[in-house]
């Protein structure tokens, strides 16, 4: 009896699938930087079916993303959402 509650929990969720991450292009501008906490607040536009435009404070992954942005710096990045969020594979684009 125990052995199958034991093997009832070890297999529990095993046939569910993990919702797949959501990544979306995202285009905006950096207006401040947390090396603390390696987060930008970041001036976006409209992120497809996730956000609309607006200014809000992003984590950024890995931490040489974070190195490469300076507040002001234009941006074109990808943003993860997997239940939480981050932004990634960011470049830096010339000023429109």
């Known amino acids: 009896m125990v052995l199958c509650a034991l093997l009832a929990a070890a297999f529990a969720g095993c046939g569910e699938k993990k919702a797949e991450a959501k990544r979306y292009p995202m285009q905006g501008e950096v207006k401040s930087l947390d090396p603390s906490t390696r987060t930008a607040t970041i001036a976006a536009g409209k992120i497809g079916d996730w ?46």
């Open 51 to 96: 956000m609309e435009a607006m200014k809000m404070e992003y984590p950024v992954k890995p931490d040489q993303e974070f190195a490469k942005l300076h507040v002001g710096d234009h941006i074109q990045a990808t943003v993860v959402v997997d239940g939480k969020y981050y932004v990634t594979d960011i470049r830096v684009v010339p000023k429109p």
